[in-house]
């Protein structure tokens, strides 16, 4: 009570918010008439002026009243679109790292105009994150045309693009892209040997459109790149055909949809065992003994496959025409969109491949990772816009400290949603839903209707062709004519099937959308007359049809199904009642949907049918609308404590992730890394004298045995360390002095033959190349720790914080590895003579590291060799009749052999 009252006299925090942010429009206002009055070059002079007063003192913030009313004026100029005093608001917002909650139809496009130059200005780059490529390629050139009026550039950063094309656009002042390639440029970046190969700048604003799909709904989803395992699709296939037969019987497995996990029963892990003996899958012993671990994730993957995953809901089969061959494709469930390229992890994907009867590719092996969370934790100042962001305020608060403010329209809403229909079947739901469609198409009310899968909206699809009503559909089916389907979407009487509108990028307008028919239908016809008559005639057809759309009530959104997030539904119901227009929505459930079979009571149809609800009839009372947003409530708080808890964990390996990729780039830089590769093998030295010769142990108890076999695997050095031990009044410090002079001598004797230039070469390329080794296989030891963790619970231990011990732990032995790795190839690198060249052509040669080399150092592996002309040590400089003394050219010189190249481009090739 205390609260409400509170709120009543001061305001919610958003009110205040709201206040504050009111009171600085005037000063943008202001400025209007004197950049009116400016020419077109006088008004693009502004950026230079600008930057002059960043570079002499001034901030950001004393800039913004100015800069916004300089692009509010250009984008008039060349867009003929002003931004609204609301549309200001939500540019502030931006700007000062909060999210902007805005209504669909109130242009946050446009609006991101106003931080995105604001912030370019301190010429450290911004990034603007949507969906997909299409709205990328779509905003880049829609608004590039205002930062190219005001002397800015805009890169895109879509698929299939080449390093140079994305190094070059990431140059840009303005960058557009999507999320995915964002993050995989950034993992790619730190897979490069070369630091001018890296194509991305240092991070500084972002602003991500649709951020609560980007940074809710896909945070629990990895980004990773990987390479090629153990090819075991042979074994997918005999599980399955286990499996397929074993989920017939309902009694052999336990399925809690709720939270997605199956297990099998004991009867069905009996029956499982005899079949996959049966099959020649299972070696001797159970089902769980630890020769058949290969089986059990398998047989695991494989039933979750066949149990909790479905064919045009979760995925589609797809022919892919590159290679023309049938693949899985992911539907994203809150976009409704393929996810072209990604993969269920962990053998999950070949699972499906094989229970559809696809080709089952490769499983991989992560190279490396990183979830949307810490990726765009990356950045010094995070920004976002979308239509719904304050149901999960909680969550962007605690896990990005960003604030959602909600941004009033510039017209009031007008929308009507009323209350839900509950059916008891859902037959009688789609009847019902039917004879909606054929009421508003009478009154010509166009439909939009809101279907929670593909299957779900083929079903409602076939209905509607057998009551012969015309229909468009927009799924991932047909996410090609998305544009045209969403074109014709307000038209009168229009019926439109879709699976989400999340993310679309597109309003639907009443009547049509005049821009987008003219350009889709008079495209391809040359500019005159003609097409300004159809155009102009295509214009005045979509201003009648507006007038009888909004006579008929505006758009009427028909919800077949209600979501697990109460976001999804919003975004439904947001399309309808754009910029004041009238419009309607209404949402139809049945007692079989997933959310009330899953999450509501499993007493209500017996309740509502003692209550007297009969065939056909249906509940609406504003009680049951509360009692679903609860169950909604609940579904968010879960799913919310579950990102947390993933966070919790990948928050351990992030941590270490930028270690690794913060001294990766260091090596990169660095003009040489000598010093660190001399730092590692005086450690590796350290710890192996350390290891065999206890502190304060008597000669006679030292390990030399061990010390002996260690100086030989790791140096290639047969050290007399017995005699050492001997030898009277050594110690420990004695003996590692004694292995170091031999080591360093090995190793300036090394140098000597190679030469300066290409020493700090090979130094440099095996440092990174054993770096990403050691990473690689560290990543997969936590990917197996972190699939056993959660059994320590059943011990009254915490796992996460097993998990930080012994992620910490292996971490520590990645160290150890890298530093004996490295410098064990560095010792045992040696040079090779090629075969000799033939009379008529110069010598050509090529420096290479053997990469599998750098992955195993085990005893009786044979060193990566480096291919170079055989060298000789000559007292004098180099002469061109001897191809030995050739080494010794400096590599900017020309090559002695006459080629007219540099020598590092010719025999000095690396």
């Known amino acids: 009570m205390f609260n409400r009252l509170a709120r009543a006299i001061l305001g919610t925090s958003n009110d205040r918010m709201l206040k504050a942010y ?41 800039l913004l009243p100015e800069a916004f009313a300089v ?150 989803t ?75 994730h398998h047989m695991n993957q494989s039933v979750r496959a066949h149990t909790l995953y479905r064919l045009d809901v979760d995925y589609v089969v797809r022919r892919d025409p590159r290679d023309n061959v049938q693949k899985i494709v992911i539907i994203d469930e809150f976009t409704g969109r393929m996810m072209e390229g990604r993969r269920y992890s962990d053998g999950l994907h070949q699972a499906l491949e094989a229970k559809e009867g696809v080709p089952v590719q490769q499983e991989n092996q992560t190279l490396a990772s990183i979830t949307f969370q810490n990726y765009f934790r990356l950045y010094p100042k995070l920004s976002g816009m979308t239509g719904t962001a304050s149901t999960e305020a909680d969550e962007f608060a605690e896990i990005y400290k960003l604030e959602v403010v909600e941004i009033p329209t510039n017209v009031a809403v007008a929308r009507k949603d009323h209350d839900d229909e509950v059916y008891r079947s859902a037959r009688e739901k789609y009847e019902a839903v039917i004879h909606e469609i054929e009421e508003a198409r009478a009154r010509n009310q166009p439909v939009l209707m809101g279907t929670t899968s593909i299957e779900k909206s083929e079903q409602v699809a076939a209905l509607l062709r057998e009551r012969n009503i015309p229909h468009n559909v927009l799924n991932a089916r047909f996410h090609e004519q998305e544009a045209t389907i969403i074109v014709q979407a307000g038209r009168p009487g229009a019926v439109t099937v879709a699976t989400n509108m999340a993310g679309r990028g597109t309003d639907i307008q009443l009547g049509g959308n005049a821009d987008m028919r003219i350009a889709l239908e008079l495209g391809g016809m040359e500019d005159g007359p003609e097409k300004e008559a159809r155009a102009q005639a295509i214009r005045d057809e979509v201003a009648a049809n507006r007038e009888i759309v909004k006579a008929a009530g505006g758009l009427y959104v028909i919800g077949t199904e209600r979501h697990e997030s109460r976001r999804i539904d919003n975004q439904l119901r947001g399309r309808s009642g754009r910029q004041g227009d009238p419009g309607a929505s209404k949402f139809f459930l049945s007692l079989e949907d ?55 964990y990948d928050n351990v390996m992030n941590d270490q992730r930028r270690e690794v990729y913060a001294q990766r780039k260091e090596f990169m830089k660095a003009e040489d890394v000598a010093a660190t590769v001399a730092e590692m093998r005086e450690e590796v030295i350290s710890d192996l004298v350390g290891s065999a010769i206890p502190e304060n142990a008597m000669p006679e108890q030292w390990n030399t045995d061990t010390l002996h076999e260690e100086t030989l ?145 085990d005893g009786g592996t044979e060193a990566g060799v480096i291919e170079r002309p055989a060298l000789r040590r000559e007292a004098n400089g180099v002469d061109p009749a001897d191809p030995s003394t050739w080494h010794r050219t400096p590599r900017n010189a020309a090559c002695p052999c006459g080629s007219g190249k540099k020598y590092k481009h010719c025999h000095g090739k690396v």
Do not use: C
């Open 713 to 857: 695997r790791l140096f290639g050095l047969d050290l007399p360390v017995k005699d050492w031990a001997a030898e009277e009044g050594i110690d420990d410090e004695g003996v590692r002095e004694r292995i170091t002079r031999e080591v360093d001598g090995l190793m300036a004797k090394k140098a000597a033959d190679f030469g300066p230039d290409l020493m700090r070469y090979v130094e440099k390329s095996v440092l990174l190349q054993v770096l990403d080794q050691v990473w690689k296989e560290h990543l997969l030891a936590l990917d197996h720790l972190r699939q056993g963790i959660g059994l320590r619970a059943y011990g009254q231990r915490d796992p996460l914080n097993e998990y930080k011990t012994e992620a910490f732990t292996l971490f520590n032995r990645m160290l150890t590895e890298l530093r004996e790795r490295t410098t064990s190839l560095l010792a045992r690198v040696q040079l090779a003579p090629p075969a000799p060249p033939p009379e008529f052509a110069p010598q050509m040669t090529e420096t290479r590291i053997d990469p599998a080399f750098a992955g195993g150092m």
């Open 222 to 296: 990895p980004l990773i790149i990987s390479g090629p395992a153990d090819d075991s699709s042979e074994l997918y296939r005999q599980v399955d055909a286990v499996v397929r037969v074993l989920v017939e019987d309902p009694e052999t497995y336990e399925k809690d949809e709720k939270m997605r996990t199956v297990s099998l029963t004991e009867a069905g892990t009996e029956r499982a065992e005899q079949m996959l003996r049966e099959a020649g899958v299972l070696k001797d012993g159970n089902l769980y003994d630890i020769g058949n671990i290969a089986a059990v």
């Open 22 to 62: 009111r009171k600085r429009v005037p000063a943008i206002a202001g400025h209007e008439p004197a950049m009116k009055a400016l020419s077109d070059e006088a008004l693009a002079a502004k950026t230079v002026e600008f930057r002059d007063r960043l570079a002499t003192g001034a901030t950001l913030d004393d």
């Open 594 to 648: 997933d959310l009330m079979r899953i999450f509501g009571s499993d007493r209500m149809g017996g309740m509502l049918q003692k209550l007297g609800l009969k065939e056909g009839e249906a509940i609406v009372h504003a009680w049951i609308n509360k009692a679903l947003e609860k169950a909604q409530k609940k579904v968010e708080a879960r799913n919310f404590d579950t990102r947390k808890n993933l966070l919790k």
């Open 71 to 220: 692009v509010r004026e250009a984008a008039v100029r060349v867009l003929g679109q002003r931004h609204f005093d609301v549309q200001m608001i939500g540019g502030m917002v931006l700007h000062e790292g909060r999210i902007a909650e805005m209504k669909t139809g109130e242009g946050k496009t446009l609006v991101a105009t106003l931080p995105a130059y604001l912030n370019a200005l301190s010429g450290k780059g911004v990034h603007v994150v949507t969906v997909n490529d299409y709205l990328a390629k779509r905003d880049a050139a829609w608004m590039g045309r205002v930062y190219g009026f005001l002397g800015l550039t805009t890169g895109v950063i879509v698929h299939g693009l080449t390093d140079d094309e994305r190094r070059a656009a990431y140059a840009a002042d303005i960058t557009y892209g999507t999320n995915n390639e964002f993050g995989f440029d950034y993992l790619r970046d730190n897979m490069k040997y070369r630091f001018e190969d890296m194509v991305q700048r240092d991070f500084s604003f972002a602003i991500v459109d649709e951020v609560d799909s980007i940074l809710i709904d896909e945070a629990r």
